[in-house]
Structure formats: C-alpha cells, structure tokens
C-alpha cells in the first residue's frame, strides 16, 4: 500500500475530488496548508502598494492506496491539477507500513 500526498491549487480541489472518485478511488483526507516551492512565495499588489506574501495557501490531498493503483492515481491526480502554470503542485507516494480500520480491527488492503 502506498500514501499518496497531492499539494495542488486550492480551486483544482473539486476537479480532482470528482476525477478520483470516477477512479474508484474511496477516501480522501483534505487539509489547507501554506508553503512554497521554487517561486518562494509571489508578489501581490494591494491598494496601490506591493508586498511580498512568503506562503502561498494549497491544498494538500491524501489518499491510501494498493500499490498496483499508484499509477493511475498519479495520472489521474496530475490531469486534473494541471494548469500549465507555476505553482500546480508536487505528488508525493511514500510506503504504508500498515492500516487499521478503527471500528472493526481490520488491517491492511481490508482497511482501505
């Protein structure tokens, strides 16, 4: 099983969310964060003045999944959040060591 961890651009939520559903895919967990990549942070302009804003507010989507479903989840996560413009976001997949499902005591690929 691997976790895999989208940082995408706050109005792209939506479009991923339904493409991931039509994939089967049945569990999401959704958090706002701020951070920056290689653009550290951009510049606004706000009543004639402009100020430097050092995090930028993203999305952070994560979702379990069987291994041999890494893929597709990937593709389908990087079709809906690209813009073609800076700042679309990063895909992380790191190892699951192990799930339990809480209510029933279920682990592994049944927890999912």
């Known amino acids: 099983m691997k976790l895999v961890t989208a940082i995408i651009k706050p109005f792209k939520l939506d479009d991923v969310r339904e493409a991931l559903g ?10 706002e964060v701020q951070g920056f990549g290689r653009q ?6 706000y009543r004639g ?13 994560e979702a379990a999944v069987p291994e041999d479903r890494v893929g597709e989840v990937v593709e389908t996560i990087t079709q809906a959040a690209r ?7 990063k895909i992380f997949v790191t190892p699951l ?16």
């Open 40 to 45: 550290r942070g951009q510049t606004e302009i």
């Open 49 to 61: 003045a402009e100020y430097r804003v050092r995090f930028v507010a993203k999305i952070k989507v």
């Open 97 to 112: 060591e192990q799930i339990t499902r809480i209510r029933t005591g279920e682990t592994g690929k049944g927890a999912l």
């Open 83 to 89: 813009t073609g413009r800076i700042g679309d976001g």
């Open 22 to 31: 039509e994939l089967g895919v049945q569990g999401l967990t959704v958090t």
